[in-house]
């Protein structure tokens, strides 16, 4: 029996063993690791369902515990609600919240610096911007209806349950008369500063319109018995409830019956004329006069005092026009150029311009006063010197017409009726330096009298030139190439310029061009040949204004091909005048007696040249008959048999 109870006992407690190490053996399997102190009452493998679900994908459970942060998710407050928690799912907590990492592990890791506070919906502003977070997440700032929903036993440590109310942190300083909206009339860099514009007055017993709405509050809510602003209370029924009575109660209708809240001296005319009939006094108020302020006549509010009125100057003064008009009939009396029914435009027309010293005519009198008159104020000149045309019109011309005969005379081209057209005609430019002829005479003014950049400050249309040459409207199309002959001086004095070759009756006249004082002078048919065809234009131009003219060939086959093949070249050219001239290329001036040892006579001299001279030859593609040499046999030409004479053979004498 003892041996069975050893044995007995030795299997039990190796059951035992086995079971504490498989229960060993399982925790270990379960567990990843030990939980954070916050989570010690978890620990153990009993404790796993509090906080997951067990099978199927894994799962957690941390809303059902912090309640206060599921809460916040649903009514997407706050900032877990900025991570896109799907509200009612713990899933994405282990993102940011990792447990079984050990006890000491902090569950919660945040830099307070770097944290950006508009992540919890409420931004930091002004003031706010530099408090430590403990100035308001403390135990005694947590509401008391939050606190019972708060897992944290230290409200201290939490920074939940705090109320975004001003009054949460600050005292009431107005004891709720104004309610808890702190904003509506504070802001968060100065409490000092009161802006009532977002606090919305019009709700009160008494809206602030006009110049009201710029008072400041303390103005009107003035300290009470406990040297508090007063906000209720105050008398605002009538306006001596705060306004002394300037007329000391001349006026029992009230103060809203002359003036308006937009200003004190901004005086209703619509309420006084309910209440006041000017037109019963001995002034009635008529045009411009019935919208002036009271004030503007009635000095100092003193309705009671008599006042002139007979004339405009008893009230306007002093004389705006300084006296310009005393010497007139009726003297500065306003009324003979204005009304009451404004003081623009005048009476003063066109035709009482002709009253005066200066009538008003052609384009004159459609001017507007103000163009002759600058408006100064007080200091505009109703008397302007009118005896030059300058005295009103600057000089357009830049004093090219200042000195004599002209003397800035602008009626000498010019009239009333308008600036444009001028009067100066084509026949009038014959007493100028300059008399049109030839194409000049269709050449609009504008194409010569432009505007020269030579005038300062601002550039005008020139009229005078030191130069009337050609040149000074016309650029040289020839660069130069006949500067000589356009320095040739003409009858009357001067350079001739272009008309050295042209006229101005038409650019291709060129009658004035005498070719046989150049080195090439023209004759025989050269006299009908076209200039281009030996003045080349260059760069494949089809204008002679392009030739360069001193280039031109001289030597006949540098414009004529030479149709004998080179077969009388010396020296590289070919003399063509030994034989030819200009006058005619045909017939030949070759002299076959003196310039060949073969004498033409008898027959001879009227066999033609291509009976005796038959050798051809190809050249650069052309057939060239070549004189050279010819046989000066007779059989060579008559044939070997000569013996039977023609009838008409005669012997040589």
Not at 402 to 415: E, G, I, K, S, V
Request: glycine residues 6%.
């Amino acid at each position: 029996m003892p041996e069975l109870r050893r044995r007995h006992s030795s299997i039990v407690s190796a059951l035992r063993a086995i079971v504490f190490g498989l229960a060993l053996s399982s925790a270990a399997q379960i567990s990843p690791g030990p939980l954070a102190r916050a989570h010690q009452t978890l620990s153990g493998p009993t404790n796993c369902t509090t906080c997951h679900k067990l099978g199927g994908e894994r799962t957690f459970k941390c809303l059902q515990c912090h309640t206060e942060i599921g809460n916040r998710i649903s009514a997407h407050k706050g900032l877990h609600a900025t991570y896109n928690i799907n509200p009612g799912s713990s899933q994405d907590c282990a993102r940011c919240h990792s447990d079984h990492n050990g006890e000491d592990f902090p569950l919660i890791k945040w830099d307070p610096k770097a944290f950006d506070h508009k992540q919890t919906g409420y931004v930091l502003e002004g003031k706010h911007t530099g408090l430590a977070c403990n100035r308001c997440h403390s135990a005694d700032k947590v509401a008391a209806s939050e606190r019972a929903n708060i897992k944290v036993k230290d409200l201290n440590k939490t920074f939940l349950g705090v109320s975004q109310s001003c009054v949460t942190c600050h005292q009431d300083e107005h004891k709720g008369r104004l309610g808890s909206n702190c904003l509506q009339c504070h802001n968060f860099t100065d409490w000092k500063t009161i802006t009532v514009n977002p606090f919305d007055h019009s709700k009160t017993r008494y809206p602030l319109i006009g110049l009201h709405a710029q008072v400041a509050c303390q103005k009107c809510h003035t300290p009470g018995p406990d040297n508090k602003p007063r906000y209720v209370g105050i008398l605002f029924a009538r306006c001596v409830d705060c306004h002394s009575d300037p007329h000391h109660g001349s006026f029992a209708q009230g103060c809203q019956a002359c003036h308006k809240t937009s200003g004190w001296k901004k005086i209703s005319v619509e309420a006084v004329s309910e209440s006041f009939d000017h037109s019963k006094t001995k002034y009635p108020l008529l045009g411009k006069h019935a919208t002036v302020d009271c004030i503007l006549c009635h000095g100092r509010s003193d309705f009671k005092k008599p006042l002139a009125f007979q004339q405009c100057m008893d009230c306007h003064k002093p004389d705006p026009h300084n006296g310009q008009f005393a010497r007139r009939p009726g003297g500065a009396e306003c009324a003979s150029c204005h009304t009451v029914d404004g003081w623009k435009p005048s009476k003063f027309t066109v035709s009482d311009h002709a009253s005066s010293a200066y009538p008003l005519e052609g384009g004159h009198t459609r001017l507007q006063c103000a163009q002759c008159h600058i408006p100064k104020g007080k200091d505009t000149l109703f008397k302007v010197k009118f005896q030059r045309c300058t005295d009103c019109h600057s000089d357009q011309h830049a004093g090219q017409f200042a000195a004599a005969p002209y003397l800035n005379a602008c009626d000498r081209c010019h009239n009333l009726e308008g600036y444009k057209p001028s009067t100066f005609t084509l026949a009038r430019h014959r007493e100028t330096h300059f008399i049109l002829t030839g194409g000049h005479i269709a050449v609009s003014c504008s194409d010569c009298h432009k505007e020269s950049e030579e005038f300062k400050p601002k550039p005008a249309v020139i009229y005078h030139w030191q130069n009337l040459s050609c040149t000074s409207c016309h650029a040289d199309p020839h660069k130069g190439q006949f500067k000589e002959h356009m320095l040739q001086v003409r009858a009357g004095g001067g350079p001739v310029g272009c008309e050295a070759c042209h006229s101005t009756k038409s650019w291709k006249e060129l009658s004035g061009f005498n070719h046989s004082k150049t080195s090439f002078p023209l004759l025989g048919t050269h006299r009908a040949t076209a200039c281009i065809d030996c003045h080349k234009p260059q760069n494949m131009s089809t204008k002679l204004v392009d030739a360069d003219f001193k280039t031109a060939p001289t030597n006949c086959e540098e414009c004529h091909q030479d149709a004998h093949g080179r077969q009388f070249a010396k020296n590289q050219k070919t003399p063509c005048a030994d034989c030819h001239s200009s006058v005619k290329w045909k017939p030949s001036l070759f002299e076959h007696d003196t310039r060949t040892s073969f004498s033409l006579q008898g027959a001879h001299r009227n066999v033609r040249c291509d009976a005796c001279h038959k050798l051809t030859r190809v050249v650069d593609g052309r057939t060239v008959l070549f004189y050279k040499p010819t046989p000066k046999d007779c059989a060579a030409c008559h044939g070997s048999n000569i013996s039977a004479k023609p009838a008409n053979w005669r012997p040589i004498r």
